[in-house]
């Protein structure tokens, strides 16, 4: 089995901070979007030059959104056939254009 490089203790400190603001990026993203401060076509056009973005989960986006949650945004990926496991960055052009006609549907038929 490969071993991972041995980092020097800069090189692991600076690993770490990119790594937090990894998460705190995606962390802000989602947040924005549950509020409502963002919709999921502008968070779908910036994943395409923010590197956090392209890199989450799009089971995670999903449940981030006004009224779904884990189980709900697993039953939307299963319908769309889409995998569970499938990253922003990794959507194709159809997966993307039957995402957001589903979930632009869903908004507009809730009250």
């Given at each position: ?51 956090a973005l392209a890199s989450m989960r799009v089971s995670a986006l999903l449940a981030a959104l006004p009224g779904y949650g884990k189980v709900r945004a697993a039953a939307l990926l ?34």
């Amino acid at each position: 089995m490969p071993q991972a490089p041995a980092l020097s203790a800069e090189q692991r400190a600076q690993a770490l901070r990119q790594a937090a603001a990894v998460r705190a990026d995606r962390s802000q993203a989602k947040a924005e979007l549950k509020a409502g401060k963002l919709s999921l076509t502008a968070l779908l056009d910036r994943a395409a030059s923010e590197q956090a973005l392209a890199s989450m989960r799009v089971s995670a986006l999903l449940a981030a959104l006004p009224g779904y949650g884990k189980v709900r945004a697993a039953a939307l990926l299963d319908e769309l056939g889409i995998a569970s496991t499938r990253r922003v960055r990794g959507l194709g052009a159809r997966q993307r254009a039957a995402l957001l006609a589903r979930v632009e549907q869903a908004a507009q038929s809730q009250p």
